[in-house]
């Protein structure tokens, strides 16, 4: 019997294991709301109003005063990043030192799955630190495990608060990618081909300490 015992915890152990490291986040694979709540990430929601606002169509508390000038729409936002006591997510860049591993946050544009980002925590010494340092570490990485990759022109991102020249962009697994060639193996990935190009800021908003975006328990 304690032998049955200890088999059992043994395949249990390995099954969480199995089932904690599902995904494995540069591949670069579509992942459903659901995979993503099966794996131990957070929700969190806000609804947003887009548009252009002028001196008449503003907002008021979030918002528009001319609603049929505006379309409404819900983000979801996944992450593996916890809230905090007041629903919102750790603000990751002012207290660096309180996350461990990489940062990874999908975004859900009604439902849609637009965009995710990996990174990782500011002055954190992780296990992976320097893993995308050049562009040959890049390909090397994704040819090791036998995955289509093809490097493609870069192009200049709206509002990216970034030098050009330490970005690269990839084709890997039919998705477009851009690498942050730096200590923080950034990575951005997109889904959808009609981007908007200030994605990394919507990821920084994200993880404001003033963020918008309340945890859905």
């Known amino acids: 019997m304690r032998k049955l015992c200890l ?15 599902k995904i494995n986040h540069y591949l670069n694979k579509k992942v459903t709301q659901q995979e993503l709540i099966n794996n131990g990430f957070y929700k969190y929601s806000m609804t947003v109003w ?9 907002l008021k508390d979030g918002d528009p005063v001319a609603p049929s000038k505006f379309t409404k729409f819900i983000m979801v936002v996944y992450t ?3 809230p905090t006591n007041n629903k919102r997510p750790i603000p990751v860049f002012k207290d660096s ?8 946050t999908y975004f859900f544009k009604n439902d849609i799955l637009e965009f995710k980002s990996i990174m990782s925590p500011i002055n954190n ?21 036998k995955i289509p990759i093809k490097e493609i ?17 990839f084709i890997i697994n039919n ?12 990575m951005t990935t997109y889904y959808i081909k009609d981007k908007k190009g200030n994605e990394d800021m919507l990821v920084w908003d994200f993880y404001n300490e003033n ?4 945890y859905v328990e």
């Open 50 to 58: 887009e548009g252009i606002v002028n001196e008449k169509h503003t």
């Open 175 to 186: 998705y477009e990618s851009y690498f942050y060639l730096s200590d923080g193996n950034e």
């Open 7 to 21: 088999s059992i915890f043994v395949l249990l152990l390995l099954y969480s294991c199995t089932k904690r490291d």
């Open 153 to 169: 022109p870069l192009e200049k991102l709206r509002n990216h608060n970034d030098s050009i020249g330490l970005r690269s962009r």
């Open 80 to 82: 593996n990043i916890a």
């Open 125 to 145: 010494n992780n296990q992976q630190k320097g893993l995308f340092k050049t562009k040959k570490d890049i390909e090397q990485y994704y040819k090791e495990l």
């Open 97 to 104: 030192n309180a996350i461990k591993g990489k940062i990874i």
């Open 211 to 214: 963020s918008p975006y309340r």
